[in-house]
């Protein structure tokens, strides 16, 4: 596709990003580094990337950190940046500390591309694409507030870890719309470490702290699974009102049992397809969008089987 096609095909800015210098147009060889392995939002993004890559004759090497942690990342980084791809696509764990190990990348003639988390620093990656995370943020908050259906108290979102730029995007956006609803307390975002067990105790302290504790917001897979726990082993599934992000195989289930009242899905697989496209793009030469959008939908049981499109896969 040319810049115009993209232009027109993204939902992105239209923004076109600097395609580089000293790569190898012929380099045939690609790394995916994501977040967390076997984890099936990235799961789901890395069979879509091996099918695009297979398709256009690209080899794909994909690694992930056993845990959402930038020291093991950074390390796979280092690996990734000696075999020499033309083009590293990564989902950095940290929105500061992979700046460094990536600049080297970008510095040694690897294209990177920016797959769902992104650095703060904007000059380093060639092309980004992620859902709106600040979006999602209010959408998870539209949602939540529409199941609540007029009843007031405490709202508690879940965060992961600070410098993860799509949680970050994702808690603010549920702040700034819950804040139009006066009925409605905000309570001090709490981070989870990613760790469902995390998350889990988080809800069951907050449940007997305030008892007026009327929905809860996980902001990803792990928190809002471990809050679903909480809230059934404390019998309030579905009294306290559950919104989590993602769509994982166990995600739908508590879905379809009551625990879960809504899930903000994403598109990974989109990520990944579109993320091989750009990185192809970039190794050749070409100008590819600089940050595009991918789609998201609010889906609750009562319209989740029209909605199997978005679930995500635990294996591909
Ligand atoms: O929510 C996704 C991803 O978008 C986020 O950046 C990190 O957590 C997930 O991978 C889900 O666990």
Do not use: W
């Not at 990656?125 to 009843?151: C, F, H, I, P």
């Amino acid at each position: 596709l040319g810049a115009a096609a993209l232009l027109l095909a993204g939902c992105g800015t239209g923004q076109i990003g600097e395609s580089g210098g000293g790569t190898d147009p012929n380099n045939k060889n690609l790394a995916m580094i994501t977040g967390m392995r076997g984890e099936p939002f990235y799961v789901s993004m890395e069979c879509a990337a091996k099918e695009a890559a297979a398709a256009q004759g690209y080899q794909i090497n994909v690694q992930a950190p056993e845990k959402f942690e930038q020291a093991e990342q950074s390390q796979i980084l280092g690996g990734v940046i000696s075999s020499k791809p033309g083009a590293v696509i990564i989902a950095p764990t940290d929105d500061k500390a992979l700046a460094a190990p990536l600049k080297q990348a970008k510095s040694n003639g690897i294209k990177v591309v920016e797959v769902d988390t992104a650095l703060q620093d904007r000059s380093i990656a060639v092309s980004s694409l992620s859902s709106d995370n600040y979006e999602g943020g209010k959408l998870a908050a539209q949602t939540l507030v529409r199941l609540l259906d007029g009843k007031t108290g405490s709202v508690l979102a879940l965060n992961t870890k600070a410098g993860t730029s799509t949680t970050d995007a994702r808690a603010k956006g549920f702040e700034d719309e819950i804040k139009k609803h006066p009925g409605l307390t905000l309570l001090p975002t709490q981070y989870t470490k990613n760790e469902p067990a995390t998350a889990a105790q988080i809800v069951s302290s907050t449940l007997a702290a305030t008892p007026d504790l009327v929905g809860v917001f996980g902001t990803n897979l792990n928190t809002g699974e471990g809050a679903g726990t909480a809230l059934a082993n404390a019998g309030k599934s579905g009294e306290v009102q559950l919104v989590g992000f993602d769509a994982s195989p166990k995600q739908v289930d508590d879905l379809r049992n009551g625990r879960v009242q809504a899930l903000i899905a994403q598109d990974p697989a989109q990520i990944g397809q579109k993320g091989v496209d750009r990185a192809i793009a970039a190794i050749k030469g070409e100008q590819v969008e600089r940050e595009t959008k991918t789609k998201m939908i609010s889906i609750t049981k009562d319209d989740m089987e029209q909605k199997k499109q978005f679930f995500y896969k635990s294996q591909c």
